[in-house]
């Protein structure tokens, strides 16, 4: 049966933490699981990050740039790097894809959400993958989804999906960071979620993602 899916995978995934440099056999892989399951007839929508880190290695920054504005500039040169990554991997593979940058207004204006919803669909319909990220470039603080945990989350619900699964650098859902407190426990089911407030965290998944 054909389901609609949604993947999202963080920029500490898709980059090496330390040099910043995209981890292109992960994106490999992950071209190769999407291009399988739209083969398979369903409908699959790709979030992804990694603008911010990808401009930073690409302009040969050594650290996440600290000002919103910074950040805005950097990511306009990383998003363009990293969708030309991802055609390239794609067109090997005959998939096409199709570039989706949201703002939090673009989902919470009627019209605004009613325009994204039709092109989700035209594009699904069409065939393409679309790729979704923050469009980081004209979205402030008062425009930001906060992380695209959340995005790929209000894109799920958008396109009615059956799945979402994120992707990170964490093998799953755990009571604290595991990185910082030994201790912390694994969650497998969350049975009640306003609970997930407790456990979220602040820490950076590494030096270029947010951390979701
Ligand atoms: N939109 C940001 C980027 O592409 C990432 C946000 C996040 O990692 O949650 O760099």
Sequence with gaps: ????????????????????????????????????????????????SGAVGVGCARLGLTNRPR??????????????RLMRVYDDWFTQLQQPIAQVL????????????????????????????????????????????????SLSALVASLVEA???????????????DPRLVPDAQPIILVKDLDRLAEVETETKGSQWGTGG
């Design 102 to 149: 949201l703002t939090r207004g673009d989902l919470e204006d009627r019209e605004r959400y009613l325009n994204a919803y039709n092109t989700f669909q035209e594009l699904l319909d069409l065939g393409a993958i679309p790729i979704v990220n923050e469009n980081d470039t004209v979205a402030t603080d008062e425009l930001k989804f906060g992380d695209n945990d």
């Design 162 to 176: 059956s799945w979402l699964f994120l992707l990170t650098d964490v093998d799953r859902l755990y009571s604290a």
């Design 1 to 48: 049966m054909s389901e609609t899916i949604v993947v999202k995978i963080g920029t500490s995934s898709l980059t090496h933490p330390e040099r910043g440099t995209l981890a292109l056999s992960t994106i490999a892989t992950l071209v190769e699981v999407l291009t399988d399951l739209r083969q398979r007839e369903n409908r699959v929508i790709l979030v992804s």
């Design 67 to 80: 000002t919103i504005a910074q950040r805005q500039a950097v990511a306009a040169v990383g998003q363009g």
